[in-house]
């Protein structure tokens, strides 16, 4: 079993629809949570970052870790054809010299005009 | 600034070659990583330098992977003798030490026949 599992998609949604990327996770020690987005091409980008548990905004994008149920999500309002890539979440533990990244597998969304 | 830069961008070879990836990191960043990605899968780790420190060579899947970092800049990834099951997008990230946030590569698309 993957410490860091994450639904592949594709993921096809209208524009303006509100959407839901979520991942689970194995390894309590994590406590910096991450999504990343990819487009086609090109290397991943950082979209938002939570440390523990809570929920953080950021203009249409919101970020929500549930550590006791070992549950993150990302939530995007108001989806936009420029939207469309692949979505990472990613993981990273405070134990020391544990600096790499565990990465889910990534989400293909589209947004469709 | 500049961001990361990869070369080459593509790369096809026959199996059993050896092959030289290579990563400018972001100037001043003292940490670089190398990830795998494969066709449909999420990100891979493979190896991490840390300024003089040993690397974390923990995600390397076979000994005919290597990589260098000379200078605490520049890093080369190297493997030997390869293999069709090789075949991936290879990234290559930087960051200040500590911080959760990696600067990725547009990557090096290794093709092996």
């Known amino acids: 079993q993957k410490e860091v599992e994450q639904d592949p998609g594709p993921l096809s949604v209208p524009e303006g629809a509100i959407v839901s990327l979520n991942c689970t996770y194995s390894?309590?020690?994590?406590?910096?949570f991450m999504w990343y987005r990819q487009y086609s091409r090109k290397g991943p980008e950082l979209l938002m970052y939570?440390?523990?548990?809570g929920n953080k905004e950021d203009g249409r994008f919101t970020a929500q870790v549930d550590k006791s149920s070992k549950y993150i999500s990302l939530f995007i309002r108001d989806s936009q054809p420029s939207d469309s890539a692949t979505y990472l979440c990613?993981?990273?533990?405070?134990?020391?010299?544990?600096?790499?990244?565990?990465f889910g597998q990534g989400t293909r969304l589209t947004i469709n005009p | 600034g500049a961001g990361v830069s990869q070369s080459p961008s593509n790369k096809v070879t026959e199996k059993g070659k050896d092959v030289e990836l290579r990563c400018d990191p972001i100037?001043?960043?003292?940490?670089l990583y190398w990830y795998r990605q494969s066709l449909g899968q999420g990100l891979e780790f493979l190896i991490y330098?840390?300024?003089?420190?040993?690397?974390?060579k923990s995600g390397l899947p076979s000994d005919r992977f290597s990589a260098e970092r000379t200078g605490g800049s520049v890093s080369t990834l190297t493997i030997q003798r390869t293999q069709q099951e090789d075949s991936a997008v290879y990234l290559c990230?930087?960051?200040?030490?500590?911080?959760?946030?990696?600067?990725f590569g547009p990557g090096t698309r290794l093709t092996v026949l």
């Open positions: 990230a930087s960051s200040y030490y500590g911080d959760h946030e990696q600067f």
């Open positions: 390894n309590s020690a994590f406590q910096y």
């Open positions: 939570t440390y523990s548990s």
């Open positions: 990613a993981m990273r533990s405070l134990v020391q010299g544990a600096q790499k990244l565990v």
């Open positions: 100037s001043g960043h003292t940490a």
């Open positions: 330098f840390q300024g003089n420190s040993a690397p974390d």
